[in-house]
């Protein structure tokens, strides 16, 4: 059994990871009896933690909303910085660190009291972010996505397909996944009746969230995360080509600074699967290899390689060679 002070720890990070809690579960997940959690309850209140309790049957625990900040070692200024830090980095394309960042802010601003959150939000509204890759996001969808994941609140919003076209989605959400610098939704679309993953950038939401909904029992980790990378594969880009290049993949990822999936293989030979809307974007990255490559199976690509090599040979043959100046004969005086 944990000591106090450890199962403390472990009762809070647990409240605030989903919003609705048992108590018989919190004892399972705790190993301890049901009067010992209503005693941590009780031990949480008097540190300043706002732990609800609702009675009956269906009745359980919850984080409340606080008036002061509860004892986290950080004063209000400090934690103003905290949220503002988060947001700025929702945006980062450090792998990992996007997502723990909406997880943080997700459970910083439920403990912020209001005068804290106003503080926040206007330095947010008066904030100019320049993006720096994928589509640009606010923060605030982030996190209300986060907590309906958190909280099993189904989302209703409007959603542009990557042809333009609009539609209505009813969604229980799951996960937010992060690729190649853009965010990405996994849930369950209830109209159509299976796993669907989402560009969040693509999202409108309809607000407020909710109702609850039961969760389904969900893949695995690497199985959500190949779903999102074949949803992206198939939806992100028009035309996609897969050539092999004779350099090293080293030598391919400083040339190319386009988002790009590469295999090696071998020293001075990689494999790079590479798409966008107009295959002749593809072969102007392509040209400034300066690499041989081979390209397997993509005839779109192909074309527009053929197009480029004969617009640069025109405007090589184009080029009329200057004539040397005429020079005047050079006399020293002795």
């Not at 945006?91 to 926040?120: C, D, F, I, N, Y």
């Not at 947010?124 to 969808?141: H, N, Q, S, Y």
């Not at 539609?167 to 369950?188: A, C, I, K, N, Q």
């Not at 192909?302 to 480029?308: I, M, P, Y």
Request: proline share 6%.
């Amino acid at each position: 059994m944990l000591e106090t002070s450890a199962r403390l720890l472990r009762l809070l990070s647990l409240l605030q990871v989903r919003r609705d809690w048992t108590g018989p579960a919190l004892a399972e997940r705790l190993e301890v009896t049901t009067r010992t959690v209503r005693n941590d309850i009780d031990r949480l209140r008097r540190l300043g933690y706002p732990v609800e309790a609702s009675p009956g049957v269906a009745g359980g625990y919850r984080l409340g909303e606080t008036v002061t900040m509860p004892p986290m070692l950080l004063d209000d200024e400090e934690a103003v910085a905290m949220a503002i830090a988060l947001r700025t980095a929702t945006s980062a394309t450090v792998e990992g660190m996007g997502e723990a960042s909406v997880r943080a802010l997700v459970k910083l601003q439920r403990l912020l009291p209001s005068r804290l959150r106003e503080r926040v939000e206007s330095l947010r509204v008066a904030a100019l972010t320049i993006p720096t890759g994928g589509g640009r996001i606010d923060p605030g969808v982030l996190v209300t996505i986060a907590a309906a994941c958190r909280n099993a609140e189904r989302l209703r919003f409007s959603y542009e397909a990557h042809s333009g076209s609009t539609s209505s989605r009813d969604v229980e959400p799951y996960r937010l996944v992060t690729r190649d610098g853009r965010w990405y939704l996994f849930g369950w679309d209830r109209e159509r009746a299976g796993w669907r993953t989402f560009r969040v950038d693509r999202i409108q939401l309809r607000l407020p969230v909710g109702p609850r909904f039961s969760p389904r029992a969900t893949p695995p980790d690497d199985a959500i995360a190949a779903h999102v990378a074949r949803g992206v594969d198939r939806g992100t880009w028009r035309f996609r080509a897969r050539v092999v290049v004779h350099a090293s993949a080293a030598y391919v990822r400083q040339r190319i600074l386009i988002p790009i999936e590469i295999t090696e293989r071998g020293p001075d030979r990689s494999e790079l699967v590479l798409g966008s809307d107009d295959p002749g974007m593809l072969a102007l990255h392509l040209s400034m290899l300066d690499a041989e490559f081979d390209v397997i199976d993509a005839p779109a690509l192909v074309a527009a390689l053929r197009a480029l090599a004969a617009r640069l040979d025109r405007a090589a043959g184009a080029f009329v060679e200057p004539e040397p100046a005429a020079t005047m004969p050079v006399r020293s005086e002795r």
